[in-house]
Nanobody, 114 residues
Framework: QVQLVESGGGLVQPGRSLRLSCAAS????????MGWYRQTPGKQRELVAA???????NYAESVKDRFTITRGNAKNTVVLQMNSLKAEDTGVYYC????????WGQGTQVTVSS
């Protein structure tokens, strides 16, 4: 059974940092492309950052130079380091794993507000 469990969300002030983690189980982690998506009310889920099994990264334009995605194949984890957070970064963040099909975590809420 595939499980993706996110952690690290919360309330943070603008300009501060937050680190999201996703622990994966039930998959051969090293062959999966991993990513983080964000969803806000009334909007479609959007890609924030992705990291392929080969180490290629892709970021949404709005988070480039502020967010960094990394993976630890030994621990089956993917981390999203979010710096210089803005109010528009608020949303539910979902971890995803892709290899022929997508698997999703349950999501973690990130709220950026003063």
């Amino acid at each position: 059974q595939v499980q993706l469990v996110e952690s690290g969300g919360g309330l943070v002030q603008p300009g501060r940092s937050l680190r999201l983690s996703c622990a994966a189980s039930g998959i051969i982690f090293s062959i999966y492309d991993m990513g983080w998506y964000r969803q806000t009310p009334g909007k479609q889920r959007e890609l924030v950052a992705a990291l392929t099994s080969g180490g290629v990264t892709n970021y949404a334009e709005s988070v480039k130079d502020r967010f960094t995605i990394t993976r630890g194949n030994a621990k089956n984890t993917v981390v999203l380091q979010m710096n210089s957070l803005k109010a528009e970064d608020t949303g539910v963040y979902y971890c995803t794993a892709y290899y022929g099909r997508n698997f999703w975590g349950q999501g973690t809420q990130v709220t950026v507000s003063s």
